[in-house]
């Protein structure tokens, strides 16, 4: 039986670039993880693809599925739904592949209870300046928004003890090899890898 997966998850505040780093690390061959692909009930964005960038899904679709507890994590952000389903990432974790997440910060605290080993990364903008230039030409938001998911952002960042690294957007190509180094030396823990030579020991 395969060694159970690494849950890698990325998080951070509306606007950090969080979907872009994600596109970025899955377009580099030099990586070997798979990217589980949330859920939302918020409109699809222009260039946006069903079961690739979001599973798009209606409000009520959305809370049967809280109900019947098929959500590993889930949030309401902003009057939308975002969430993560259970049954794909539990399979392939079991399959001993890694497992990339890429959620709001309310719902990593609840994947934090329920998977405390997963390795948990807070992408940080250089400065709230920064972030607040990078919401308003994205484009999509109206101004009573903006300000909105800027309020959201000061909130998020004050949750960043709850993580285990924090890694700065500056420049994308930039934060994406911090965050390749921070897996490949996880898969190095001692606490993740001494239950294999303990197992080996007692069997000699």
């Known amino acids: 039986m395969a060694e159970r997966g690494l849950l890698i998850v990325l998080s951070g505040p509306s606007g950090v670039g969080k979907g872009t780093v994600r596109k970025a690390i899955f377009e580099s061959e030099e990586h070997d993880f798979q990217y589980s692909v949330s859920m939302t009930t918020r409109n699809k964005r222009e260039g946006e693809v069903e079961g690739v960038d979001y599973y798009f899904r209606t409000r009520e679709e959305f809370e049967a599925m809280i109900e019947a507890g098929e959500m590993l994590e889930y949030a309401e952000y902003v009057g939308n739904y975002y969430g993560t389903p259970l049954s794909y990432v539990n399979q392939t974790l079991d399959e001993g592949k890694d497992v990339f997440l890429e959620i709001e910060v309310q719902g990593a605290q609840q994947v934090k209870e329920k998977v405390p080993d997963g390795v948990f990364i807070f992408l940080t903008p250089p400065d709230l300046s920064e972030l607040k230039s990078r919401i308003v030409n994205r484009g999509t938001d109206d101004m009573a928004v903006i300000e909105q998911r800027m309020q959201v952002a000061k909130e998020e960042i004050e949750m960043m003890a709850l993580y285990d690294y924090a890694v700065v957007n500056d420049e994308v190509p930039l934060a994406v090899e911090?965050?390749?180094?921070?897996?490949?030396?996880?898969?190095?823990?001692?606490?993740?890898?001494?239950?294999?030579?303990?197992?080996?020991?007692k069997e000699m």
């Open 178 to 201: 911090r965050i390749k180094k921070i897996i490949a030396s996880e898969h190095f823990r001692v606490d993740r890898v001494i239950g294999k030579y303990i197992k080996m020991l």
